[in-house]
T-cell receptor, first 114, second 113 residues
Framework: KAGVTQTPRYLIKTRGQQVTLSCSPISGHRSVSWYQQTPGQGLQFLFEYFSETQRNKGNFPGRFSGRQFSNSRSEMNVSTLELGDSALYLC?????????????FGSGTQLSVL | GDSVTQMEGPVTLSEEAFLTINCTYTATGYPSLFWYVQYPGEGLQLLLKATKADDKGSNKGFEATYRKETTSFHLEKGSVQVSDSAVYFCALTRNSGNTPLVFGKGTRLSVIA
């Protein structure tokens, strides 16, 4: 069974640009969550999608958005990039996204904003 | 809100040394507790979990016991190896509803031969 796949692996952008990151969950998983990882803040929850609906949202500005497609693949978009958006963005999938359920993480997309 | 506090790193140990990484939590109710591990260049992997008080999670020689009275879930290993070098994250989630995982900031472990 293939794991969680995130593309691209690395991205370099400049301030003011926008970026789209992609995540393909494990086959059969309907819940996809996104996390931002930085050295200072650790892992912070962005949002979770389940069956194409956003079910949970973290405390991030509206520049951060996401969506999920009917095949459970998910994308997240960051508009008007700022230097502080430089981070590793991790996607995780699970069957139902229920409390206590194991999450399967991708290797992440490393975003650098210059 | 819910939160997880881990000991500051980095932690550097010699091979075969005893490892403890402290983790305490704040949460309402009875959360599930996890340890995830992140090897260089990879995403997080579940190391072990415990879902109720006094449960002991174990995997690959690592152990952690859910202590409700001290709201702790410390990670231990009796004899570390160089291959255990990684970043370790303590996390919690509520058992009810669709609540996201809340992570600690991570503890980097380096094991030297």
């Amino acid at each position: 069974k293939a794991g969680v796949t995130q593309t691209p692996r690395y991205l370099i952008k400049t301030r003011g640009q926008q970026v789209t990151l992609s995540c393909s969950p494990i086959s059969g998983h309907r819940s996809v969550s996104w996390y931002q990882q930085t050295p200072g803040q650790g892992l912070q929850f962005l949002f979770e999608y389940f069956s194409e609906t956003q079910r949970n949202k973290g405390n991030f500005p509206g520049r951060f958005s996401g969506r999920q497609f009917s095949n459970s693949r998910s994308e997240m978009n960051v508009s008007t990039l700022e230097l502080g958006d430089s981070a590793l963005y991790l996607c995780a999938s699970s069957s139902h996204g229920q409390g206590g359920e194991k999450l399967f993480f991708g290797s992440g997309t490393q975003l650098s904003v210059l | 809100g819910d939160s997880v506090t881990q000991m500051e790193g980095p932690v550097t140990l010699s091979e075969e040394a005893f490892l403890t990484i402290n983790c305490t939590y704040t949460a309402t109710g009875y959360p599930s507790l996890f340890w995830y591990v992140q090897y260089p260049g990879e995403g997080l992997q579940l190391l072990l979990k415990a879902t109720k008080a006094d449960d002991k999670g174990s995997n690959k020689g690592f152990e952690a016991t859910y202590r409700k009275e001290t709201t702790s879930f410390h990670l231990e290993k009796g004899s570390v190896q160089v291959s255990d070098s990684a970043v370790y994250f303590c996390a919690l989630t509520r058992n009810s509803g669709n609540t996201p995982l809340v992570f600690g900031k991570g503890t980097r472990l380096s094991v030297i031969a």
